[in-house]
């Protein structure tokens, strides 16, 4: 980068990284060189600055800001300098189901802290999530342990414990003979009951006479209806479940002890029939949703795999990488050769009256549809940056909705089921019966999480393979300002995933080397951009933005103002140093529900953020394109970009031998196993 163009200096440092810098791994320990290094920055644990204002920071007065910014970050350190010893935390301790707290503990009791869940056995934790007539479990603690109870024992034991202690319950409850009978009638109480006497969920009739029936009926009525309660409270525990994680419902093992426990419910009241099959047809409708998606996203790996394949094949024989678009982009761009793409895009550069061709005149003509031969790239089927970053919002939404909350800590159950293999506790080796790969296949599932990950990187690459397409280097300064605004509108709508996947992308070196192209480009608002998701200090500056967005969404009365899609890997990456920070087990083998609620926390602002529903309309043909269109991949972005701007100096004339050379190969190999195939 020239020292002319003082705007980019910040950008010109971010990309003089490696081709593959924009990539995110969700293999969190290789996680912090991701994106240039940027997610290595920072402590392991994030801290936010206060801030005042509940709206978006305008960018035109980002830099004007920043002082200010630097200046209360300094007055904090300084308060900061001479930090107090915390003092001690008081810790009282309570039975299970029980809200009263005492001081003397007890081998069973749970520990509380300042009035909060702090620790306790895991068995006494599964006793506190089972209701009674009486006692409910609060929502926030059924969220926290269902989370993380997972890494302790799978969902399908979870509920079968459940159920047990529960009508264990019901046993001690109904001592006296509360029992209903087939007809709803209370039976009278047995004389004496037998120590192996059949459970209370099933039918007992006794034999005492009328008259102590008549006696003693008020008392066995008002126990009746404490078991019809305690049934409700039961089946109430259920449907959360079912709302919040329905994706765990997708094993079997847990739908049979679902069936189990719905029959033992619906036997003592017949009226919970009717709520157990809308909770079952709800399961139903949402897991036909994942299905559906996750088909979907077979298909994407299926097209992108054959795009790379048919990437190698075109290099191979015109050793020219604009071929590679020419492949999905039809045969008359083919025909018409690089003159053709140029004068598609110089079209769309100078306004031609065939089709959308201006971005002052795209709002009024955004439903017009190109057609396949005039669309060479993105700003011809969409020319308004607005809209774009209206369809990134709406990718960004739809996926988001698909992540189930559990798959946060589903992705650390590898790093827990080690540690339970090198030397676990005997309670944890009884619940892992079915062997060490089955167990570990039950936890690590997390595909809707990793496909996300995936379109970061998709789209990052999307942004890169867009700008070398173009032969011109006017063209290419147009794109690159194009997509420097959409990024733009991305920030003010609250997308800040798409945000900083465009960032990444413009900062590949395949893109950043491009000098010529560059020095041309108005980089002020990339620049104020950069700084808003810098990661110096942990990402304090894009923390700080965040915040004001949550502040924003708090009072909004429009669908679009609740709009937040956070920079979803440092998302991740604070879940795993969490998780890593704190051990999930006590000195005394006492769960750390302390830190399960931190997680819970996170994950629940998580969940509030992936409910909105997106407020833009919908342009099926411009998702098509970012979700289908063949992307270049690392060794054709490098060729593409040295045929926009030859290799100036040594280092990059040996990149350039080496990339082609490994493309090479990469053919050979591919024709290779073509040959096999066919024999």
Not at 52 to 75: F, G, I, V, Y
Request: contains cysteine; hydrophobic residues 35%.
């Amino acid at each position: 980068m020239s020292s002319s163009n003082g705007g980019l200096s910040s950008a010109t440092n971010g990309r003089s990284g490696s081709t593959g810098s924009a990539k995110i791994n969700l293999n969190l320990k290789v996680h912090e060189r991701s994106i240039g290094g940027a997610l290595g920055a920072g402590a392991s644990s994030a801290t936010t600055t206060s801030i005042t204002h509940k709206t978006l920071p305008d960018l035109k007065t980002q830099r004007s800001n920043s002082a200010c910014h630097a200046h209360e970050s300094l007055s904090a350190l300084r308060r900061i300098a001479l930090p107090e010893k915390p003092p001690e935390k008081l810790l009282s301790y309570g039975a299970v189901q029980s809200r009263i707290l005492g001081q003397e503990a007890s081998e069973d009791f749970l520990v509380y802290s300042e009035g909060r869940l702090h620790s306790g056995p895991l068995q006494s934790l599964i006793a506190h999530m089972v209701p009674t007539h009486e006692y409910y479990p609060d929502e926030g603690f059924i969220f926290a342990f269902l989370l993380s109870a997972r890494l302790f024992v799978r969902p399908h034991e979870l509920l079968a414990q459940i159920s047990q202690t529960w009508e264990h319950q019901q046993q001690d409850v109904s001592t006296g003979g509360d029992v209903v009978d087939d007809a709803g009638q209370v039976p009278s109480r047995t004389k004496m009951l037998s120590i192996n006497s059949a459970s209370p969920l099933t039918q007992r009739k006794g034999n005492a006479a009328a008259a102590a029936h008549n006696s003693e009926l008020e008392p066995r009525l008002q126990l009746r209806t404490n078991t019809q309660r305690s049934a409700q409270h039961c089946i109430r525990l259920l449907s959360e479940w079912i709302e919040i994680f329905p994706y765990d419902f997708r094993d079997e093992r847990l739908m049979q002890q679902v069936r189990i426990l719905a029959r033992k419910c619906v036997y003592i009241d017949n009226s919970l029939g009717k709520q157990v099959s809308r909770i079952l047809q709800l399961l139903v409708s949402r897991l036909t949703t994942l299905e559906q998606y996750e088909e979907f996203l077979q298909t994407l790996s299926s097209e992108e795999a054959q795009s790379q394949q048919q990437q190698n094949h075109h290099h191979g024989h015109h050793n020219h990488l604009h071929n590679a678009f020419q492949s999905f982009l039809g045969s008359s761009l083919h025909a018409n050769g690089a003159s053709g793409g140029g004068g598609s895009a110089s079209g769309t550069s100078n306004s031609s009256s065939s089709g959308p061709t201006s971005s002052a005149s795209t709002s009024n003509s955004i439903s017009t549809t190109p057609q396949p031969d005039d669309v060479f790239g993105i700003m011809d089927i969409c020319p308004s940056c607005a809209h774009l970053a209206h369809q990134l919002t709406a990718i960004e939404l739809e996926r988001l909705s698909h992540i189930g909350p559990e798959e946060f800590v589903q992705a650390f159950a590898k790093d827990y089921q080690q540690q339970a293999k090198d030397g676990s506790k005997e309670a944890n080796k009884s619940k892992c019966s079915g062997g060490e790969g089955g167990s570990l296949n039950d936890m690590k599932k997390t595909r809707n999480l990793e496909s996300y990950v995936q379109w970061f990187n998709r789209l990052s690459y999307l942004t890169a393979s867009e700008i070398v397409k173009y032969p011109k280097k006017k063209q290419r300064v147009r794109i690159i300002e194009y997509w420097i605004e959409t990024a733009r509108e991305c920030f003010n709508i609250g997308n800040f995933n798409s945000l900083m996947a465009i960032i990444a992308g413009l900062n590949l070196a395949p893109i950043g080397r491009l000098k010529k192209t560059w020095a041309k480009v108005q980089s002020a608002k990339f620049s104020v951009l950069e700084h808003q998701m810098d990661p110096t200090s942990n990402f304090n500056s894009y923390r700080s933005t965040l915040k004001a967005a949550m502040w924003r969404s708090e009072g909004a009365t429009e669908e679009r103002e609740r709009i937040i899609i956070p920079f979803f890997s440092l998302f991740v990456k604070d879940l795993y140093f969490l998780n890593e920070g704190c051990s999930n087990r006590l000195p005394n083998n006492h769960i750390n529900f302390e830190k399960c609620s931190q997680l819970a926390k996170q994950v629940m602002e998580f969940n509030e953020w992936k409910k909105v529903n997106c407020p833009f309309e919908k342009l099926p043909n411009v998702i098509a394109y970012l979700q289908h269109s063949a992307v270049l991949n690392e060794n054709t972005l490098s060729m593409a970009s040295f045929e926009c701007e030859p290799p100036e100096n040594t280092e990059e004339k040996d990149r350039y031998k080496t990339v082609k050379a490994e493309t090479k190969q990469q053919l050979l190999q591919q024709l290779q196993e073509q040959h096999q195939q066919s024999q």
